[in-house]
């Protein structure tokens, strides 16, 4: 075990290198969301902060600069409700949700806070971008399309879905964004330009090839038409972690379990669904030593 200093005075600074925290402020209340390695902290004068734990490598130092502060606590939000007292804060159910009770003069108030994280995905024919929690940029341009030439004028359209936002997926002309208990499909190479289709209780992670979706879903993954018809389902076992993070590139197909177990499928036959070789783990060859946490995974090669 390891114990970590965090300054919260030169933490969170204005233009002119200031405290935003008060010298008479006191903490008065802290919760850490171990889903997303997330300290969040709340003190008297109405201050809420947040630092991200990037975690430490087997031999390194937590200070690395040498100045007697952890440097692998990374400030990353400041909020305040200036002229209320802060109570308590506490994670939500979901990584994204933080609720904050305050005394705003007497009146009792409760906040809950949503983090939008906003995605983009590219396919060869088509560019998506999300620039609200409910609504997608459309590019009718993908990277087979080289450079895109900003002197011709843009052929993209809004989408918004009738949910937040939590994932993407593309595959050709193909769309899927999912929330928190569903996802939405958009066609564009639909007569109508674009036809939507929900699919409930699909929340995603997942990723798409052609007409047939992967999607992670508890301790397993399953293979389904996009439609929801399941086909096959890919098994984990507990030695080997819950699947969280999931990626397709051309017919191969990584997923990465929460126990830092990576696998490797391909695809080629959209329903059929083989493993490559045996699963390995996000260590140091050598040593045999974990290299940190997974967040997230991508397939570069196709």
Same mark, same amino acid.
């Given at each position: 075990?390891?114990?970590?200093?965090?300054?919260?005075?030169?933490?969170?600074?204005?233009?002119?290198?200031?405290?935003?925290?008060?010298?008479?402020?006191?903490?008065?209340?802290?919760?850490?969301?171990?889903?997303?390695?997330?300290?969040?902290?709340?003190?008297?004068?109405?201050?809420?902060?947040?630092?991200?734990?990037?975690?430490?490598?087997?031999?390194?130092?937590?200070?690395?600069?040498?100045?007697?502060?952890?440097?692998?606590?990374?400030?990353?939000?400041?909020?305040?409700?200036?002229?209320?007292?802060?109570?308590?804060?506490?994670?939500?159910?979901?990584?994204?949700?933080?609720?904050?009770?305050?005394?705003?003069?007497?009146?009792?108030?409760?906040?809950?806070?949503?983090?939008?994280?906003?995605?983009?995905?590219?396919?060869?024919?088509?560019?998506?971008?999300?620039?609200?929690?409910?609504?997608?940029?459309?590019?009718?341009?993908?990277?087979?399309?080289?450079?895109?030439?900003?002197?011709?004028?843009?052929?993209?359209? #809004? %989408?918004?879905? =009738?949910?937040?936002? $939590?994932?993407?997926? *593309?595959?050709? @002309?193909?769309?899927?964004?999912? !929330?928190?208990?569903?996802?939405?499909?958009?066609?564009?190479?639909?007569?109508?330009?674009?036809?939507?289709?929900?699919?409930?209780?699909?929340?995603?992670?997942?990723?798409?090839?052609?007409?047939?979706?992967?999607?992670?879903?508890?301790?397993?993954?399953?293979?389904?038409?996009?439609?929801?018809?399941?086909?096959?389902?890919?098994?984990?076992?507990?030695?080997?972690?819950?699947?969280?993070?999931?990626?397709?590139?051309?017919?191969?197909?990584?997923?990465?379990?929460?126990?830092?177990?990576?696998?490797?499928?391909?695809?080629?036959?959209? #329903? %059929?669904?083989? =493993?490559?070789?045996? $699963?390995?783990?996000? *260590?140091?060859? @050598?040593?045999?030593?974990?290299? !940190?946490?997974?967040?997230?995974?991508?397939?570069?090669?196709?």
């Amino acid at each position: 075990d390891k114990n970590y200093v965090l300054p919260i005075r030169n933490s969170f600074t204005d233009a002119d290198g200031q405290s935003l925290i008060n010298d008479k402020d006191v903490v008065v209340s802290v919760d850490f969301c171990r889903e997303r390695s997330t300290l969040a902290v709340g003190t008297h004068q109405g201050h809420v902060m947040m630092w991200k734990f990037s975690g430490a490598m087997t031999g390194q130092s937590a200070d690395v600069d040498g100045d007697g502060v952890s440097d692998l606590w990374e400030p990353i939000f400041h909020k305040h409700w200036d002229g209320s007292e802060l109570f308590r804060l506490g994670w939500g159910t979901r990584p994204e949700l933080l609720s904050v009770s305050i005394d705003n003069d007497g009146r009792g108030e409760l906040y809950v806070l949503n983090e939008t994280e906003l995605h983009c995905r590219i396919s060869e024919t088509m560019s998506v971008f999300q620039f609200s929690p409910t609504e997608l940029f459309v590019e009718q341009k993908g990277y087979g399309d080289g450079a895109i030439n900003t002197k011709t004028e843009p052929d993209h359209s #809004k %989408v918004k879905c =009738q949910s937040t936002i $939590r994932g993407l997926a *593309v595959s050709d @002309k193909i769309l899927v964004a999912w !929330g928190n208990n569903s996802a939405e499909i958009f066609d564009f190479a639909a007569e109508d330009g674009q036809s939507g289709a929900k699919m409930p209780n699909t929340p995603g992670p997942l990723c798409v090839r052609a007409d047939h979706m992967y999607l992670v879903n508890g301790d397993h993954v399953d293979v389904a038409k996009l439609g929801g018809k399941k086909l096959d389902t890919l098994a984990f076992t507990e030695i080997e972690g819950k699947p969280f993070a999931i990626d397709i590139n051309n017919h191969f197909i990584a997923v990465a379990t929460t126990k830092g177990v990576i696998k490797i499928y391909t695809c080629e036959d959209p #329903k %059929v669904v083989r =493993q490559m070789g045996s $699963r390995t783990k996000f *260590v140091d060859f @050598k040593t045999n030593k974990s290299l !940190g946490k997974i967040r997230s995974i991508s397939v570069n090669c196709n």
